[in-house]
């Protein structure tokens, strides 16, 4: 019997007595004609397997074909991975508990943080990371409430320091009234956290010139609001999302005023890459219910948005042949 000698197969370190690529492929269960193999750089060819031999150290890639569909259908931001094109924030519910059974319930993988001071006349209250770890779901620090470039940039700075987060959701209001995003100084705090090294996923109106704006100063993704914040009023303006979206060249995701899951799915339908929502759950009758019809509301829009919808039509065109009619 061969030694067994150490290999690393798909990234990972693994043992094997195998002493060719033919036996190393059986060995882990898999049938030689039905994948490809990669070693140490170099394709084998199938009709080789059997005789290209293993030694210590070599690296191997071994692949097969899988089927396609939304279970595989990831997006990328800042070059990190995600499969929920849903992203929840972390405010108004009852309590940290509802907040992180609403997380579980929506199949979310990034949760928006604001960042405020610490209790310090009780540094033993409850915090979120007692409820949601930051090492099993992507933390998204953001400047809710920031009116200015300066107050911005100092709260994300703050935020990297406690965390170490660079990957982080900016927004400068214009106002409180709306809550409208100030353009002008959201387009100057990007250019400075990017020349910080920071990765801001950008909130901003939905103008299509204002977004490519953006993404030249530095924006990782861009985050047209779809309505005011915790209106609830849905996708107001389908047309200019749509431009925005065309245009992009980083993901975008729609940001602020879903209040129901037909307005997720209308969002993803429009070729969104995803979705941000807060209040359409935290303040459901109930909240762990609507986290789940969100979840299935943006995998649907999804599916729609990669089949392709029928084209409108201005009259009737029946289904079924009118030719042959009893």
Not at 56 to 63: C, K, N, R, S, Y
Not at 194 to 199: D, I, L, M, Q, R
Not at 226 to 255: C, F, H, M, W, Y
Not at 287 to 309: C, S, T
């Amino acid at each position: 019997m061969t030694a067994p000698i150490n290999l690393t197969i798909n990234g990972e370190p693994r043992r094997s007595a195998a002493s060719t690529i033919a036996e190393l492929v059986t060995e882990l269960g898999l049938k030689p004609e039905k994948v490809a193999v990669e070693h140490n750089g170099v394709i084998a060819p199938r009709s080789t397997l059997g005789e290209v031999t293993l030694a210590e150290g070599d690296a191997l890639e071994i692949v097969h074909f899988v089927g396609g569909g939304s279970d595989d259908d990831t997006w990328t931001v800042a070059g990190r991975t995600f499969r929920s094109r849903l992203i929840v924030g972390t405010g108004k519910y009852k309590d940290f508990a509802e907040n992180a059974a609403a997380l579980e319930a929506s199949g979310a993988e990034i949760v928006t943080v604001a960042v405020r001071r610490v209790n310090v006349s009780d540094p033993s209250a409850p915090m979120l990371t007692d409820f949601i770890d930051p090492k099993k779901v992507t933390y998204l620090p953001n400047t809710a409430g920031c009116f200015t470039a300066e107050d911005a940039i100092r709260t994300l700075r703050l935020a990297r320091e406690a965390g170490g987060w660079d990957l982080v959701k900016l927004e400068v209001l214009g106002e409180a009234r709306t809550l409208y995003p100030d353009m002008r100084e959201t387009l100057r705090a990007t250019e400075v956290l990017a020349n910080e090294g920071f990765k801001p996923m950008v909130y901003c109106t939905d103008d299509p010139i204002g977004a490519k704006q953006l993404e030249e100063a530095g924006a990782v993704a861009i985050m047209p609001l779809g309505a005011p914040i915790g209106s609830g009023l849905g996708i107001q303006n389908r047309v200019t999302i749509r431009l925005i979206v065309e245009g992009a060249k980083v993901p975008v995701l729609v940001d602020a005023g879903v209040g129901t899951a037909s307005d997720a799915t209308v969002a993803m339908e429009l070729g969104c890459d995803g979705i941000l929502m807060n209040t359409a759950i935290a303040e459901a009758k109930d909240p762990i219910r609507m986290a789940r019809a969100m979840k299935y509301a943006v995998q649907a829009g999804r599916d729609a948005y990669l089949a392709g919808r029928m084209a409108t039509r201005k009259y009737a065109d029946p289904s079924s042949p009118l030719a042959g009619l009893i």
